[in-house]
C-alpha cells in the first residue's frame, strides 16, 4: 500500500506526527509525559534528518544527463513532459487530461475531522523529452512532487487532486536503461507461435505445402513448412532489430531515490536543506526539553 500512494512530503507528515506529540505533553503535563513525549520526538527526527539528508544528497551529487549520451544506471534527467501514446490520460477526478494523476477524497466526520473514504494514483507511463532524445517515465513506486495541486469542497466531501500536465518541465532522478528493438525477441518462441497459428488454418497449410495432394502433411512436406516458418521469424526478427531503441527510467533495484517532481532541482535542494536543518534542529531541541523537565520539581 505504501507503494501505491507515493509519499509527498514525509517531512511534513512526520512534523505533524511531532507537533501532535508536543500537544499531547501540554495536554498531559506531567514530568512522565513529557519525558515520554520529548523523547519520541526525538526519535522520530533522527530517521525524518536522515531522511531528508538522502533525498538532499541524491539531487546535489547526481550530475544532469542528456538522454541521448546518459549511461546505463542511475542518472538524472530534466526536460518537457508528453503523453506516452495517443490516447490521453485523463484526471480522476477533474477529468482533465495529464500525464500523471494522485487524488484523495475525505469526508467530513460528526467529530468534525476529515477521513479518507478513496484515494489512489495514476499508473500510466508517461515520455520525458530534452532536445536530445525521449525517455519513458515509468512512475510506479516513485516519489512524486507536483506544485499542480487542486483542492475544492463539495457538501460534506473534500477533493484534492495533484497532476503532472503536458510540457511541464519535469525533473527525474531514477535508474536509466536503454532496450533495443529486439530485444527480447525470442526466436524459438516466434518459430513456436508461428507454426502452432498455421496449424489452427489447416486447409491453409496444406494448400501450401501439401505437394502430393493426399490430404496430409509427410515429412519432407513437414520439413518445407518448418524451413518457411524459419524465414518468416528470421523477417520478423530483423524488423525488430529495425527498431529504435527506446529509453526507460524506473526505479532503482538498489534502493536509491527514485523522484520524480515539476519543481526545478534547484528548489527541491533547498526544500530538503531546510527540512534536514528543521530536523535536526527538533532533535536538539527535544534533548534540550527532556533536560530541563528532569531539573523541574513535580
Aim: overall charge positive; aromatic content about 12%.
Amino acid at each position: 500500500m505504501m507503494h501505491a500512494l507515493r509519499r509527498q512530503y514525509a517531512q511534513l507528515i512526520t512534523s505533524g506526527a511531532q507537533l501532535l506529540l508536543l500537544f499531547v505533553g501540554f495536554q498531559i503535563g506531567s514530568r512522565t509525559g513529557w519525558l515520554v513525549c520529548l523523547s519520541l520526538i526525538a526519535i522520530i527526527s533522527i530517521p525524518t534528518w536522515l531522511s531528508a539528508l538522502k533525498r538532499l544528497r541524491a539531487i546535489r551529487d547526481t550530475p544532469t544527463s542528456r538522454i541521448a549520451s546518459a549511461a546505463q544506471g542511475y542518472v538524472e534527467l530534466v526536460g518537457l513532459g508528453t503523453r506516452f501514446g495517443d490516447i490521453p490520460l485523463m484526471s480522476k477526478l477533474r477529468h482533465l487530461p495529464c500525464l500523471w494523476y494522485r487524488y484523495r477524497v475525505e469526508e467530513r466526520t460528526s467529530e468534525n475531522k476529515w477521513h479518507i473514504v478513496d484515494k489512489g494514483e495514476s499508473p500510466d507511463s508517461f515520455v520525458l523529452h530534452d532536445g536530445t532524445g525521449d525517455c519513458v517515465i515509468d512512475p510506479e513506486h516513485a516519489e512524486i512532487v507536483s506544485k499542480h495541486r487542486d483542492q475544492w469542497q463539495e457538501g460534506s466531501y473534500r477533493y484534492t487532486e495533484w497532476k503532472f500536465i503536458e510540457q511541464d518541465s519535469l525533473y527525474v532522478l531514477g535508474h536509466f536503461r536503454t532496450v533495443q528493438g529486439s530485444e527480447g525477441f525470442d526466436s524459438r518462441e516466434a518459430m513456436n507461435n508461428l507454426l502452432a497459428e498455421w496449424k489452427r488454418n489447416m486447409p491453409a497449410l496444406l494448400k501450401r505445402f501439401d505437394l502430393d495432394h493426399n490430404g496430409e502433411l509427410d515429412m519432407d512436406e513437414w520439413f518445407l513448412a518448418r524451413q518457411a516458418a524459419k524465414r518468416e521469424v528470421a523477417k520478423m526478427k530483423r524488423e525488430a532489430e529495425a527498431q529504435p531503441d527506446t529509453h526507460i527510467i524506473a526505479q532503482p533495484r538498489d534502493g536509491k531515490l527514485f523522484l520524480i517532481s515539476n519543481l526545478t532541482p534547484e528548489k527541491l535542494a533547498r526544500r530538503y536543506f531546510f527540512w534536514s536543518w528543521a530536523h535536526l534542529v527538533i532533535f536538539f531541541a527535544a534533548l534540550g526539553g527532556i533536560g530541563w523537565v528532569m531539573k523541574q520539581p513535580y
